[in-house]
């Protein structure tokens, strides 16, 4: 067979990427198609070892109780799950840390979130960790209602388990850092009858400030998301609520949006 000529051969190129143009998704978010938005909002996609890193999480929280002993287990709402754990320090009048758990706002435990508890206890401060409803069960308003409920209960409370109300600190983790973002913008005068700067410090690691991009991705097959809860819930959009210092933390092998995320919230703080 004769070799092709070069006007063959630019034509044949031509025709082959205009068939790949034509199969390729069109872009939702950003730079985004719709495989690798969802991609880009699934953990599990960029942490092969999540089951490893999970039952870590519950084995240390298991050691943790060993050596501090059983958490003072509270109601701070009326329903069921609507409970927190409190793991004690000895020092009067101390600090405390209220860790939201993550889980994709449809798992996790505050059983399981005790890993960290005795680095606070050891330092001095009191931890303490809610469970809350899924997002399955009473829906992103839900969710972020009973977590602004458990800090109130604390910041209310507090002088109950020897912790000082006048310093209260929020951090979550994940899903957890983004309710912890939440946290953050709530009206506390309006709503609890708190001084707005009730929280006097957060902590949000790799959590979710603008909800846009999940409202967009698979995310959305169980987040009932739509105008106002993305706006409400979007801790990015409410930031001259944010009356204390944050730190915003995430790792440098999570998702590139996981990334975005955080680096975008703290570059607006």
């Keep these: 067979m004769p070799p092709l000529s070069r006007r063959a051969l630019l034509v044949g190129l031509a025709v082959t990427a205009t068939g790949r143009r034509a199969h390729a998704q069109p872009k939702v978010f950003l730079d985004y198609d719709q495989d690798a938005l969802d991609r880009a909002y699934d953990q599990r996609a ?15 929280s298991d050691g943790v109780r060993a050596r501090l002993g059983a958490p003072k287990t509270v109601a701070y709402g009326a329903s069921a799950i609507e409970t927190l754990d409190i793991y004690p320090t000895a ?11 993550g889980g994709a706002w449809r ?32 829906g992103l308003d839900g969710m972020v209602a009973q977590v602004r409920r458990a800090v109130a209960w604390v910041a209310k409370h507090a002088s ?40 006097k410090g957060g902590v949000c690691i790799s959590g979710m400030y603008d909800l846009r991009g999940p409202r967009l991705s698979a995310r959305s097959s169980y987040v ?23 730190i915003v933390a995430y790792g440098d092998q999570e998702s590139p949006e996981f990334q975005r995320q955080s680096r975008e919230f703290a570059e607006a703080l």
Aim: proline letters at 6%; hydrophobic letters at 45%; a negative charge.
């Design 160 to 199: 109950s388990f020897g912790g000082d109300p006048g310093r209260i600190y929020v951090a979550g983790h994940s899903s957890g850092g983004h309710l912890a973002g939440t946290v953050l913008v709530t009206d506390w005068s309006t709503d609890f009858g708190l001084p707005r700067d009730v929280v």
């Design 224 to 246: 009932k998301f739509d105008d106002r809860i993305e706006h409400d819930h979007s801790a990015q959009r409410h930031l001259a609520r944010i009356p204390c210092p944050v």
């Design 107 to 138: 798992t996790g435990k505050a059983r399981d979130s005790a890993y960290a508890a005795e680095a606070f206890v050891r330092a001095g401060a009191h931890y303490v960790v809610p469970d809350f409803a899924t997002v399955m069960e009473v």
């Design 46 to 60: 960029w942490a092969p070892n999540m089951d490893a890193v999970l039952t870590r999480y519950v084995v240390n």
């Design 91 to 101: 020092r009067a009048n101390a600090p405390v840390l209220v860790f939201v758990h």
